[in-house]
């Protein structure tokens, strides 16, 4: 599967659709910010699998997710 680039402005004017694009159809971005990219988003069953980690895991081990910006 292709990964797909995007700007922090287009991440934030298309937000919703890109997060059901990824959820849905396991599509993947690379957010950038002047050109160097920055984070990835990724479908979580595709982080789960890439990372070997589980949001069951993370909660064991008494983790909190990180809080939304």
Do not use: K
């Amino acid at each position: 599967m292709d990964i797909r680039r995007l700007s922090v402005s287009e991440l934030r004017l298309n937000t919703r659709d890109i997060l059901e694009r990824v959820r849905f159809l396991h599509q993947r971005y690379v957010i950038a910010t002047h050109g160097r990219p920055m984070a990835v988003v990724v479908n979580i069953e595709d982080w789960e699998r890439l990372s070997g980690e589980t949001l069951v895991d993370r909660a064991e081990e008494g983790e909190e997710p990180a809080e939304e910006a």
